[in-house]
């Protein structure tokens, strides 16, 4: 079955840590991108990547690095520079930038 | 400036009636598309309907039709009697182009919808 495939689940960072969170897809889109989701709030975007080797900083980048070396994968790290990285994170890809977003199931990141 | 408005936090309706959840936007992008999400307890991202901007009829999908008065930038949600199932979060969304021919998808903060039975 085609999808978007988010891992862990659950993830726990550490003071000072670096932490990369995982999302694969096979559904052949090209565009991905990253939300940030805090209690209670809505989808904030942090990046997003229209082709491979390309992307673009969202609302929310600070603290935060994306690569796109692969059309599937698109993995995002949290940096020790993100001083408040507790959220839920939702990885998600479209056909094309703008069209409708298919997502994961999110992983939810905690700071031990 | 919020690029989507949802200003229902929360929202109550008895099962089997019509509930409107409100969206408003604003964009100064003329070609741009409208979205609904629902996120049940459990945090998947269910699509549920798309209106774009040059569409002359307003968007059907089941139960949800999404009332488009494109002079007002509003966009909100009707659902059609209201089922035990329908409670959860609803995220409206806005697609709108950038320089350099990105395009890119802003969500509001969401209204909880919760169905009595």
């Known amino acids: 079955d085609g999808g978007i495939t988010q891992s862990p689940k659950y993830l726990f960072r550490k003071e000072g840590q670096n932490v990369t969170l995982s999302c694969e897809q096979n559904l052949n889109h090209d565009a991905m991108y990253w939300y940030r989701q805090d209690p209670g709030q809505g989808l904030r975007l942090i990046y997003y990547?229209?082709?491979?080797?390309?992307?673009q900083k969202g609302d929310i980048a600070e603290g935060y690095s994306v690569s796109r070396e692969k059309k599937e994968s698109f993995p995002l790290t949290v940096t020790s520079a993100q001083k408040n990285p507790t959220a839920f994170y939702l990885c998600?890809?479209?056909?094309?930038?703008?069209?409708?977003?298919?997502f994961g199931s999110g992983t939810q990141l905690s700071v031990l | 400036a919020q690029k989507i408005t949802q200003t229902q936090p929360g929202m109550f309706v008895q099962e089997k009636e019509a509930v409107t959840l409100d969206c408003t936007y604003d964009t100064s992008d003329p070609s741009y598309g409208l979205f609904w999400y629902k996120q049940p307890s459990s945090g998947e991202m269910i699509f549920l309907i798309y209106q774009g901007s040059y569409d002359q009829q307003n968007a059907t999908e089941g139960r949800y039709s999404l009332n488009f008065q494109k002079a007002r930038k509003s966009a909100n949600l009707v659902i059609s009697a209201s089922q035990l199932g329908d409670s959860a979060m609803y995220f409206c969304?806005?697609?709108?182009?950038?320089?350099?021919?990105?395009?890119?998808?802003?969500f509001g903060t969401g209204t909880k919808l919760q169905v009595i039975p």
């Open positions: 969304a806005m697609r709108e182009r950038y320089s350099g021919g990105y395009q890119k998808v802003t």
């Open positions: 998600a890809s479209s056909m094309g930038t703008g069209e409708k977003l298919f």
């Open positions: 990547s229209q082709i491979v080797n390309d992307f």
